[in-house]
């Protein structure tokens, strides 16, 4: 059984409400791959979530952009894992590097956030990447696998976990990781999954990529072995994503 193609699309801090009806409508009515070849989660802001859900069509899920790290209480301005249970939102991004470097989220703190929502029953979309200057140091491979195993020491169970590849030099810059690039850091992060989780988790956790994914270059990311998918930005709240969902196609042909 192979990993199922996964295309997420996070609408980061972006919509109003007449924005969010025309991104549903282009989702709703898009002919895309049937559920068994594709999976497929948008993430609006908050306050977008329930009439996202009501309105996107069944066979595509929400995901939350981030949640608090334990339980709700005096936390103001934060939305914990229970809270979104509550309201059938099935999955949650964790630890984009949005969060990590405007927010100072440390990979222990990011790992913590994913070890609880896990135990309350979500989905977990974990973001791990390198900043430019990392790259350059030639420091990539240390600090992606750092990050994973941050998220390794605090969960048992990786079913629900997907972890996305975000080189952050090439978030929203229009730069994107040849695939080669993206292939070798994936490759990478297997490997460390394999070496130091399990052969059956390594093979069976879908790593995708995310850095300014568009249709053009969609296709080419999509055939690389070890790529199970992408983190979609700017190109989710576009019709190009649709495009960007049918390179699914690529791995099942």
């Given at each position: ?47 977008f979530l329930p ?22 209480g005096a936390f ?105 690039q993206a292939q ?70």
């Amino acid at each position: 059984m192979g990993r199922k193609f996964f295309v997420g699309g996070n609408w980061k801090c972006n919509g109003t409400a007449d924005q969010v009806d025309k991104i549903v409508k282009i989702l709703n009515e898009g002919q895309v791959p049937s559920p068994d070849v594709v999976e497929v989660v948008v993430s609006p802001p908050y306050v977008f979530l329930p009439v996202v859900k009501s309105q996107l069509r069944p066979e595509f899920q929400v995901a939350a952009q981030n949640c608090w790290v334990k339980k709700g209480g005096a936390f103001t301005g934060e939305i914990s894992a229970e809270m979104l249970v509550n309201l059938g939102v099935p999955s949650v991004i964790l630890g984009h590097s949005e969060r990590r470097s405007l927010l100072g989220e440390s990979s222990e703190f990011v790992g913590d956030k994913v070890a609880y929502a896990l135990a309350q029953g979500l989905k977990v979309i974990a973001c791990v990447g390198e900043t430019l200057e990392q790259r350059e140091s030639g420091s990539t491979m240390d600090v992606v696998s750092a990050q994973t195993k941050a998220i390794a020491e605090r969960i048992k169970d990786w079913t629900n976990v997907v972890i996305a590849y975000e080189p952050v030099w090439a978030i929203g810059t229009g730069k994107v990781a040849t695939p080669a690039q993206a292939q070798e850091v994936h490759a990478v992060l297997r490997d460390w999954l394999r070496t130091n989780v399990s052969p059956e988790v390594a093979e069976s956790t879908r790593i995708i990529y995310g850095g300014s994914v568009t249709a053009a270059n969609c296709k080419e990311l999509a055939g690389q072995p070890d790529l199970d998918g992408f983190l979609v930005g700017g190109a989710s709240l576009k019709l190009e994503f649709i495009d960007i969902i049918n390179a699914a196609t690529v791995k099942s042909a």
